[in-house]
């Protein structure tokens, strides 16, 4: 029986979404509303999504339970929005403003720190010392991530590798840890939850080298187009098409992105020279090779309709445009 996998995930989005927003996130009414703003504000529910379909891709017999332990990891990921915007100064999210332009920086810093307490509270009460260790261990990745990120912000030498491990903690981690927690509360082989783990590592690098990727080509992404490229930031495309420019595209490229007060049509030359060295089409290559990875743990898992599901999120995934 070919199985709807688009029907499957619709309805798994909202009982995710119905967990969301039955679940109070504090007794405070301002953190409510800063947290809510972002929360609802149009997110994909990717990190939730990977947990319920890893966890029921090893067990179909799972508790309700489930979505509400999914749910951390939108705060999770959430609580690293409001602090990006903080360090970015951004000026929009999601197509809408800011939280930090509506509340400050102080106030979306701390909103930040409460998402990523209260996940951990979630994580707690499970009592089990496994999926608290792999959720630990996640945040501290992803606080190195943006670490990494600031100190590489302008960096035009940053290499390939350094930019898969910026990755691989900023945004990878996370999304592994979900699909692995999902796992480990399936109660399933040390096999099965490793391979889980890994398609989740894959699909996150892909996730980010994509993200990176629509920056520059595409108009539907809800932020600004070209907010890379206006901070300075160095990212895949950056790094592939300086590795292939001649000296003198490679030295206006750099010229471009070190340049304070961009205007539209800094952006569109930088645009030209990046895909002029085929900086975007490399990108994508090599988001494509990440899902094929991916794709290749999945195997692992006995055939059900979740398994499918995954395969075909992850197919989703890459091809999507915003």
């Known amino acids: 029986m070919k199985v709807d996998c688009k029907l499957l995930l619709k309805e798994e989005l909202q009982l995710i979404e119905s967990a969301l927003k039955c679940h109070q996130i504090s007794q405070h009414p301002f953190i409510n509303e800063v947290s809510e703003y972002v929360l ?19 067990n179909s017999f799972l508790p309700e339970s489930l979505y509400e332990v999914a749910i951390l990891f939108e705060y999770l990921h959430v609580a690293t ?52 260790e792999v959720i630990t261990r ?8 943006e ?29 592994s840890c979900a699909c692995e927690v999902g796992a480990l509360l399936a109660g399933n082989s040390d096999r099965e939850v490793s391979s889980l783990a890994k398609f989740g590592y894959h699909l996150g ?43 003198k595209e490679r030295e206006e490229l750099i010229y471009l992105l070190k340049k304070k007060n961009t205007t539209g049509e800094d952006f569109q030359r930088a645009y030209f020279l990046i895909d002029k060295n085929e900086g975007f089409i490399l990108t994508h290559k090599m988001a494509e090779e990440e899902i094929r990875h991916a794709k290749t743990a999945l195997k692992e898992l006995k055939d ?10 992850a197919e989703y995934l890459l091809n999507r445009r915003k």
């Open 40 to 58: 609802f504000a149009g997110g994909k529910r990717v990190r939730p999504l990977l947990c319920v379909l890893s966890a029921k891709a090893l």
């Open 304 to 313: 059900s309709p979740y398994r499918e599901a995954l395969y075909y999120l």
């Open 205 to 247: 690098l892909a996730f980010q080298m994509i993200d990176d990727l629509l920056d520059y080509t595409s108009l539907e992404t809800g932020k600004d187009l070209g907010k890379d490229f206006a901070e300075g930031k160095i990212t895949l495309p950056v790094i592939l098409a300086l590795n292939r420019a001649t000296p």
């Open 138 to 145: 996640t945040t501290l990745l992803m606080s190195e991530g």
């Open 81 to 132: 929005l409001l602090h990006d915007d903080v360090v970015d100064e951004a000026e929009f999210r999601r197509g809408r403003r800011s939280a930090r332009r509506l509340w400050g920086n102080q106030a979306t810093i701390l909103v930040g720190d409460y998402l990523y307490a209260k996940a951990l509270r979630i994580a707690s009460a499970l009592k089990n010392p496994e999926i608290m």
């Open 147 to 175: 670490v990494l990120q600031l100190l590489h912000l302008d960096d035009t030498e940053v290499s390939e590798e350094a930019y898969r491990e910026i990755i691989y903690r900023k945004t990878a981690a996370l999304i």
